[in-house]
């Protein structure tokens, strides 16, 4: 038997005085075994994550909205006048979207492959 459980992470900053919630899907499969059911999460999607540099202006909502914390900003600054998005944990995406949803220059693109 195949289910499918919502996660909703529900996160408020003071700070910047905002509610943040995160919703997460999983995959599992579980099984009976005895009185036991057993639960097991499926493999981790491979994510890669594309950064175009001439669309992105610099404004890092990818990186403030990143659950993971996978975006960060490259130590140099660019021809543009700011630092670059870059790639820091490419490991720890999730490929969750929100990075490419929620970018007003259309600069990101994430490839899930299963």
Request: net charge positive; proline share 4%; glycine share 4%.
């Amino acid at each position: 038997m195949t289910i499918k459980l919502l996660i909703a992470h529900i996160i408020f900053s003071e700070e910047k005085n905002l509610l943040e919630i995160f919703l997460n899907y999983w995959w599992v499969r579980s099984k009976m075994e005895g009185e036991n059911l057993l639960v097991e999460k499926e493999k981790k999607k491979q994510v890669k994550i594309h950064i175009n540099p001439k669309w992105c202006k610099g404004c890092y909502i990818c990186v403030e909205i990143c659950p993971q914390k996978v975006l960060g900003k490259a130590n140099e600054i660019s021809e543009k006048g700011f630092q670059q998005v870059v790639v820091v944990y490419p490991e720890k995406c999730t490929g969750c979207l929100q990075c490419e949803m929620l970018c007003p220059d259309l600069a990101i693109n994430v490839e899930i492959k299963k």
